[in-house]
């Protein structure tokens, strides 16, 4: 009988390169995005539509996403905050779109300037948008185990959020350890919440590996039926503040522990290398 299948949804063009602090040049970013095309990914996160001044990182997303050589089977997203983020987004060829809000009010306002509610409001025409186009929307939940500023993320909070992100039409939530404070045990406790408010096959798992437990994070939410991990090549990212630290779970990493688990994710280690090198060149 064939393998049962997980998928690796790479964010490491994004969610990595967002927090380093050198500007990198489009070419770069166009060449690891290739490179990463390459790997067997079904779903590459390649940029960002959101305020410059928030993000000046991913202020070259419409050169990005036109640089790319687009490779079959393989969905290139982009982050969008707001309709205007779509409507770029969308132009500059992005084929899925990604909707973030978070499940503690302390990170919404940080974050994107809003409470929940607000940016609940601006997702409402990306949404209606997205519908009238066809183009799939994923939504994000972040500090959905901890917050910054409001400390531990109470799980029906994040089971609210997930029930609103999906009724607006996301086609998938992923669960974001924003912070890297996750354990397998609060891992858990979160999904068994929200895992009332949606089954596993529309929620995937987005972990940061700031406290060193992000592949267990993923082993335990995959024992809990998700079979969606976001990762970033190398493991890129990390806190622009705190050097040195992790960043998002590194995609090989979490192919390595999948695959043990007897999941087939289809990712090419060896290309993978190749697109690491890149990575680490950039880095
Ligand atoms: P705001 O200040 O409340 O609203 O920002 P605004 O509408 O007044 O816009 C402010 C400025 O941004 C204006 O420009 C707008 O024109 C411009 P200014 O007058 O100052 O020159 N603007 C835009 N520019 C480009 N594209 C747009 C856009 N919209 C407005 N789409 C806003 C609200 C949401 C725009 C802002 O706070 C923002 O962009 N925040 C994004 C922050 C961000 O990208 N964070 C990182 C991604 S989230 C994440 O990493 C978590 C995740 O990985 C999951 C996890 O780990 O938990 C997804
Ligand atoms: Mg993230």
Redesign the pocket.
């Known amino acids: 009988p064939s393998k049962e299948r997980a998928r690796v949804y790479e964010v490491g063009p994004r969610?990595g390169l967002?927090n380093e602090k050198r500007m990198i040049p489009s070419a770069q970013k166009i060449a690891l995005i290739d490179a990463l095309s390459a790997c067997g990914f079904e779903r590459i996160e390649a940029a960002?539509?959101?305020?410059?001044?928030?993000?000046p990182q991913m202020a070259d997303g419409a050169e990005v996403l036109a640089g790319v050589t687009r490779a079959p089977g393989v969905l290139y997203a982009a982050?969008t905050?707001?309709l205007?983020?779509y409507q770029?987004a969308r132009a500059a060829g992005a084929d899925e779109v990604a909707v973030?809000a978070s499940a503690s009010e302390g990170f919404s306002r940080a974050?994107?300037?809003?409470s929940v509610a607000e940016s609940l409001e601006r997702f409402a025409p990306v949404a209606e948008a997205a519908r009238a186009d066809g183009a799939p929307m994923r939504a994000?939940v972040?500090?959905a185990v901890a917050c910054p500023f409001d400390g531990p993320t109470p799980p029906a909070a994040v089971a609210r959020l997930v029930e609103s992100l999906l009724a607006l039409g996301a086609r998938e939530v992923s669960l974001?350890d924003?912070i890297g404070a996750g354990t397998p045990e609060t891992v858990r406790a979160m999904l068994r919440e929200a895992l009332e408010a949606a089954p596993p096959e529309l929620l995937a798992g987005?972990f940061?590996d700031t406290g060193g437990r992000a592949v267990e994070n993923v082993a335990a939410a995959c024992d809990m039926g998700l079979r969606v991990f976001d990762a970033a090549v190398a493991g890129l990212g990390g806190c622009p503040f705190a050097p040195g630290a992790p960043g998002n779970v590194d995609t090989r990493a979490v192919v390595l522990r999948l695959e043990a688990l007897g999941l087939a994710t289809g990712v090419n280690l060896d290309r993978l290398a190749e697109a690491e090198a890149q990575a680490t060149r950039i880095r």
């Open positions: 969610d967002q960002s539509f959101v305020s410059p001044r928030a993000v982050l905050p707001n205007r983020g770029a973030f974050n994107v300037n809003a994000y972040s500090c974001g924003t987005h940061h």
